[in-house]
């Protein structure tokens, strides 16, 4: 039997109504109904990303666009802020090591959000940008971007966020918190399998994008140029974007504000369901896309991690980098629901026993319920 529990923060489950549009027969691309389709989904993404800014689609995952962000707007040599914290962070510092950029690191402990005068402090009239996270995925921690963007706006820098898995999740005004450059992908809080990545541009950060260090194929000025049509220079996914209107559809339909509701209840709920069975948040500051929680004492999380799918068919995932084997992290972000934090927890419960661990059965669930029950 196949059924299984997809709950990572990324690849997420894929509503049916998606699934179905991108089964559909292939289409031509340099077509009025391809043009149709692709307004739509620009219209739809920034009223998502909430800007007026350009939002430029590829074909890549979203490390793809974090390269080509770095990529479009700065040079060899440039001085950036990198605000690290965990494993995204921390591939921002190296992409713009790899573009011989000059990284001042903002080296924050894994499982806090920074304190925004951190940046404040390092900013001066030689940093080109101020790279960040919404929600730090690899501990689960959503960053103050709002007060960050408030700091960066009196600078000359621009200010770069990975939304990658925050977005459709946790809140984020990209024009009214002056957030220059938002990068998104497709697998996290969009529903849709991987394989898109989304950028915002503001004004202020296309002033940057001159002649840089070379792109070719994910080179800003082309897709610019392509835009009012709309079209792209290259090939787009073309069943991704289709599945990718549907995902906006179904956003639209519930509204965004109800979108960011209903993932800070899923989060409520299942941090007070681990809680209950006597874990520990690893995160002090959680965003609503995923819950890290740390294995407790004689438990390897990347064990349980396998006990919960193998046996009980419910996919979470292990920490990551130096977090490997002592966290766990549980996704509710995307097509999730209610019942989605239960099947969670359930699975979690059983395999904490199956693995020697003392708990009473059903009282993460119970807590749980009393959250959602509201
Ligand atoms: C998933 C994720 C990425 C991008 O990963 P890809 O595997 O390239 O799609 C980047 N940043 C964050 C915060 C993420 O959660």
Not at 5 to 33: D, K, N, S, W
Not at 43 to 53: G, M, S, V
Not at 169 to 174: I, K, N, R, S, Y
Not at 187 to 208: C, D, H, I, T, Y
Request: proline residues 5%; hydrophobic residues 45%.
């Amino acid at each position: 039997m196949k059924k299984r529990y997809l709950m990572t923060p990324g690849p997420t489950p894929i509503p049916a109504e998606v699934a179905l549009q991108m089964a559909e027969p292939i289409i031509h691309h340099r077509t009025p109904q391809f043009q149709k389709i692709f307004k739509e989904v620009l219209e739809n993404l920034r009223r998502l990303f909430q800007t007026k800014n350009d939002i430029l689609l590829f074909a890549s995952s979203g490390t793809g666009a974090m390269e080509a962000v770095v990529a479009n707007l700065l040079s060899p040599g440039d001085k950036v802020i990198v605000v690290k914290g965990g494993k995204f962070g921390e591939r921002w510092a190296e992409i713009c090591l790899t573009y011989g950029l000059k990284v001042i690191a903002i080296d924050v402990q894994w499982g806090k959000a920074v304190e925004p005068v951190r940046i404040e402090e390092a900013l001066d009239k030689t940093i080109k940008a101020v790279f960040t996270t919404l929600c730090e995925t690899s501990t689960g921690t959503l960053n103050d971007i709002q007060s960050i963007g408030e700091i960066v706006k009196k600078s000359e820098a621009v200010l770069v966020v990975d939304a990658i898995s925050g977005l459709a999740a946790d809140e984020l005004q990209t024009d009214s918190w002056n957030v220059d450059v938002v990068v998104g992908g497709s697998q996290k809080g969009l529903m849709l399998p991987p394989g898109l990545s989304f950028v915002s541009v503001s004004e202020r950060a296309w002033n940057l994008v001159e002649n840089k260090s070379p792109s070719y194929y994910f080179n800003f000025k082309k897709y610019k140029a392509a835009l009012p049509k709309p079209d792209t220079p290259f090939t787009p996914a073309i069943s991704l974007i289709i599945g990718l209107r549907e995902s906006l559809r179904l956003i639209e339909e519930e509204g965004l504000r109800n979108v960011f509701l209903r993932h800070q209840q899923l989060a409520a709920a299942t941090r007070a369901g681990v809680q209950e069975i006597g874990l520990e948040l690893f995160s002090q500051r959680p965003s609503n896309a995923l819950t890290a929680v740390k294995a407790p004492a004689g438990i390897n999380s990347s064990k349980l991690v396998s006990v919960m799918r193998d046996k009980f068919k419910v996919w979470i995932a292990d920490g990551q980098g130096e977090l490997k084997g002592k966290i766990f992290r549980i996704a509710h972000l995307g097509y999730m629901e209610r019942f989605d934090v239960i099947i969670a927890l359930s699975g979690l419960e059983m395999a904490l026993q199956e693995m020697g661990y003392k708990l009473e059965l059903g009282k993460a669930v119970g807590r749980a319920e009393g959250v959602l029950g509201g």
